[in-house]
């Protein structure tokens, strides 16, 4: 929601950013040198949306090298405080997310005011630790306060005070960040109010210009560091139809700062809690991505803006991605919310050990690419994980692609004909197609023509091996 909303949010005193002492021994915040060697979230990115007017190269020989300019581009995103999110942390982090007793326990409370929550938030949290308190009032908010999707697109919003959203049981971001910040203030548990820029619904890649802050979320401050919080987008999330669908999301709580960055940006820099902020102008570029993105541990290798442009002289996009040996991928293309069938092929590439996503447009203009992913071994569903914009202005040729499964690539098959053809059409009195493919020695094929209902058609194939060329027809 761009609050993930467009909201307009008013400057708060409280979010101006705090000076740390650095002389204050009990504040464990290191300035870091970049380092070259140093991997982490660093990402080195070759400028993919050069476009190459030497490209000869077809789909089975693509590279990295032969694809794309060599000029190289680095963005810093790590995180400022080291320490903050150490092992102890992490685990008492887990383990309040974890905990039943607080989820029931807060499920049954009904509140007549927020004097009354207050009271109730104490004696839970009584004799807890502040990350026990910070996630209790994290998960009330997240699952009593409903986004104020009528005040978002009327433009009319309600008081966002902390009192009138608990009311209400309904606001928009900034409200979300006032009770939030209220709630805490109840049990001494220090919080600020960040102002800033988000990705949320409405979100454009190809449009939207971040002007004015449309955004607000917290920081806490536990043990000396800080770490941020988004009790509004862990709430749900706006559908398409413009409705609002709780969908809880505890990723939220306590947010890794180098992952955050991607969809938040603060008014103040300091509020990015990285080594090197970034400006508004480099994170109105950077893809547009989701906590999936994160959990499923992708890395770019490619295409690290959310602008995609078709390799130089053909007709297609290519993206590298690299995951975890257990993680699996598909995509999509659309062009005016419509997918683009035969628009995607994505595999992976055993050898260089990176998935290899194409995408081929069939018109002119501005498409959007998703891609998702989920665990192999895990019947569950595929996760969007990232977006692109890809631009389209000079297509020539269009292509499709055929639809291909795991096995295709498992086995080592080569299609030579027809190649780039999703949807093979019988013209004038045509009365059959040849398919032509490469296999391995010990691979051996076979095939059927299926009709419209799912049955076989009975004498609609035939195939066999070609010595004389090494192929199956």
Not at 355 to 360: I, K, T
Request: proline residues 4%; charged residues 25%; negative net charge.
């Amino acid at each position: 929601m761009g609050c993930e909303q467009s909201v307009k949010v008013k400057p708060a005193i409280d979010s101006q950013p705090i000076t740390i002492d650095e002389s204050d021994t009990n504040v464990y915040v290191i300035p870091i040198v970049p380092n070259d060697d140093y991997l982490g979230d660093r990402l080195t990115v070759k400028s993919f949306n050069e476009r190459r007017k030497d490209s000869y190269t077809s789909i089975d020989t693509l590279n990295r090298s032969s694809i794309f300019e060599s000029e190289t581009i680095k963005i810093d995103i790590r995180p400022l405080d080291l320490y903050a999110f150490n092992d102890v942390l992490i685990q008492q982090r887990q383990a309040a997310i974890d905990n039943i007793f607080y989820r029931k326990a807060i499920d049954s409370w009904q509140s007549t005011s927020i004097e009354e929550l207050i009271n109730k938030i104490q004696h839970l949290s009584s004799n807890k630790t502040i990350i026990d308190k910070a996630w209790i009032i994290f998960y009330w908010v997240s699952q009593n306060i409903e986004y104020d999707v009528v005040g978002y697109f009327s433009k009319n919003y309600t008081n966002q005070t902390a009192e009138e959203v608990f009311k209400l049981k309904k606001g928009v971001c900034v409200g979300y960040a006032n009770i939030y910040k209220r709630l805490c203030e109840s049990v001494d548990l220090e919080c600020v109010k960040i102002n800033g820029y988000g990705k949320g619904y409405g979100f454009d890649m190809k449009a939207t210009l971040l002007t004015e802050t449309d955004h607000a979320w917290n920081s806490i401050r536990i043990d000396n560091h800080w770490y941020l919080i988004e009790s509004m987008w862990a709430a749900g999330d706006l559908t398409d139809d413009k409705q609002f669908k709780k969908k809880f999301d505890p990723y939220y709580f306590l947010s890794y700062p180098e992952e955050f960055i991607y969809k938040h940006l603060p008014e103040y820099e300091k509020w990015q809690l990285l080594i090197s902020p970034i400006s508004l102008k480099l994170y109105s570029t950077l893809p547009l991505v989701w906590p999936s993105f994160f959990k499923l541990k992708f890395e770019l290798i490619s295409h690290k803006s959310n602008i995609v442009q078709l390799i130089s002289d053909k007709s297609y996009a290519e993206i590298h991605i690299r995951t975890p040996e257990d993680i699996e991928l598909i995509g999509s293309l659309e062009f005016d919310k419509k997918k683009v069938v035969g628009g995607d092929r994505i595999y992976y590439d055993s050898r260089k050990r990176i998935w290899r996503c194409y995408f081929a447009p069939q018109q002119n203009g501005f498409h959007e690419i998703s891609i998702y992913g989920k665990q192999k071994m895990i019947e569950d569903d595929y996760l969007i994980a990232i977006k692109y914009s890809l631009e389209v202005f000079d297509l020539i040729r269009p292509v499709t692609f055929p639809e291909t499964s795991k096995a295709y690539y498992d086995l080592g098959l080569k299609l030579i004909k027809p190649k780039f053809q999703h949807t093979i059409q019988l013209v004038g009195d045509t009365t059959h197609v040849e398919i032509l493919i490469e296999t391995p020695e010990d691979v051996e094929l076979l095939v059927n023509l299926i009709n419209s209902n799912g049955e076989d058609v009975v004498g609609g194939h035939k195939s066999y091996f070609d010595k004389t060329n090494s192929l199956w027809r």
